[in-house]
């Protein structure tokens, strides 16, 4: 099959119509099309004066030298697609005056065809098929009836339309994830159009219930709708007036809840994102109050109510968390109805600037606009015991104190192998309830190494298998780094919300607290083989060891308190 797609969008390839003809395109092309693309904002097309010349003094030619001469050929293809945004109940003047032109390909004569006049085409082949891609700012769908029908009357060869109605948000980059699933719906569309010939019913209903319209939503979006164009009207310009202040409690990262989640948002702001921006976004978490502060260099988080808000979002907690993890399309949400917001809709517009998400979105690839998004539910905690985040971490050195423990009066193998069972119990427990980390399926791992080199009873092992145990736990505390999550943010990322998990702050924070107990062990190994070597005494070698580790509990305290905090406060 051979394609002729026309864009016919005003604003080019941001347009809401482009977009989706990206994607129709994309399954046409997977499902074998050879296609030929027409911008038509790129060309230059003269109006048609309604002289006739290209009918009688000329026959299939214009009077004007223009790019209809090399456009117009384009169009005798298999399928030809109109991709073009409606301008009152038409279409906009640039595609009008492209179809206007189409006048060379007919001749003059009327002939009878499904029970109306029309001119006949001045080639003889069959006539192309036909496929409308159309959006609208207006949400209903009765909006379309008029140029669907001018389509229908056109073409003999019609087969099928996308109609989006509510798309304005869609030429925006920063709303192209609320797409992701619509997007793949077209291009499975564009796929069956070149293979079947048209699009399916089963994939015209998912898109029918990811673009019509309920009256709540109708409703939701008129009022989201309105606020956003008050936001964008220009206002006289007036003196900046400093944000008042309220002596509320400052929320710090350790607060809980979403005390938490709002401080670490507050870590997130950009300033440089707007240069000399200032306002507040107060929330109503279902009466529980809270607000950011946000200047030109700095943002801070308060607990309660603040006066003179620039926009307050009511949403309940679960949401808004879920909207920031992005497990939850914030523009969907808000037109469901999901939350609410008053004040300058101009702000919420603002906030993937503000808050990094578009940095973010670009840096991970975040939109794959041809792939269906799948989010792995988290759980919130480590299996069904509902034990502190932290206190799973004890546990998973649980095997390693009891290893330990019995190298002072057991063989070295008897050691080993009931610190693997150990080991290995809590390695089983959370390969079927949860996830293991890497602590846990490492230690397990050592332990049973351990256990069999110990079975060859090797003196080497007996004498360094201290040492090799702390160079092992040093090792393996430095390799988590280079994940997603550090050692420690595996267990502590359970006292926050997932939202929580992605900011720098937290990742940074554990990064750093995991490389210092990193190097901990690696001292260790070095002062137990100091000891080994006959250094000094043994006795205070050991002592040496573990007194280490009231500076580090110490320094994991302060901290994780201080340096999120530090962030936080960083111009």
Known sequence: MKATIVFGSPRGAKGASSRIAQQF???????????????????????????????????????????????????????VVLATPLYVYSVPGLVKDFLDRQLPNAEPYLIEQNGISKHPSRDSAKESAFFLICVAGFPEQSHFDAVVAMCKKMTTGYCGELLIGGAEPMSRDDMQSGYAELYRQIEQAGYEVATQGNMQEATAQQIRDL??????????????????????????????????????????IRDGGMATFLAGMAMQYDQTAIPGFAGVLQFDFEGDLYHLVMSENQCKAYAGAHPEPTMTIFSPAQVWSDISDGTLDGQKALMDGLYRTEGDMGLLLK????????????????????????????PDHRGPLKLPAMTWLTLAFVPWILHWILDGFAPEIVSYALAAVAALILVGYHATTNVVT??????????????????????????????????????????????????????????????????????????????????????????HLMRIAGYGSPLWFTIGIQLLLIPMFIFTSKFQQWYPEHLMRRP
């Open 351 to 378: 906030l993937d600037r503000l808050f990094g998400q578009e940095k973010r979105a670009a840096t991970e690839n975040v939109v794959e606009t041809n792939q269906p998004v799948s989010k792995k539910a988290i």
């Open 211 to 252: 673009t019509i319209w309920s009256p709540q939503k109708v409703e939701n979006f008129r009022r989201i709708a309105n606020e956003y164009w008050q936001a964008l009207i220009a206002k006289a310009p007036t003196n900046a007036q400093p944000i008042k202040t309220t002596g509320a409690k400052e929320l710090t």
């Open 438 to 527: 890497l602590f846990e399926a490492g230690s397990a791992a050592y332990l049973l190494i351990g256990a069999g080199i110990s079975a060859f009873g090797w003196g080497f092992w007996k004498e360094y298998c201290l040492a090799v145990d702390y160079i092992f736990l040093g090792g393996l505390w430095f390799a988590s780094i280079v994940k997603r999550f550090s050692l420690t943010a595996e267990y502590s990322r359970y006292l926050f919300p997932q939202a929580i998990w992605k900011q720098p702050s937290f990742l940074i924070t554990n990064q750093i607290i995991t490389a210092a107990w990193g190097g901990y062990y690696l001292v260790a190994a070095v002062l």
């Open 25 to 79: 395109a994309a399954g046409l092309r997977r499902g074998g099309a050879e296609i030929e693309e027409i911008v038509l904002k790129n060309q230059k097309i003269s109006h048609c004066i309604g002289c006739f010349t290209c009918w009688t003094k000329t026959p299939g030619r214009c009077i004007h030298r223009d790019d209809m001469d090399t456009l117009l050929p384009k169009m005798k293809t298999d399928l």
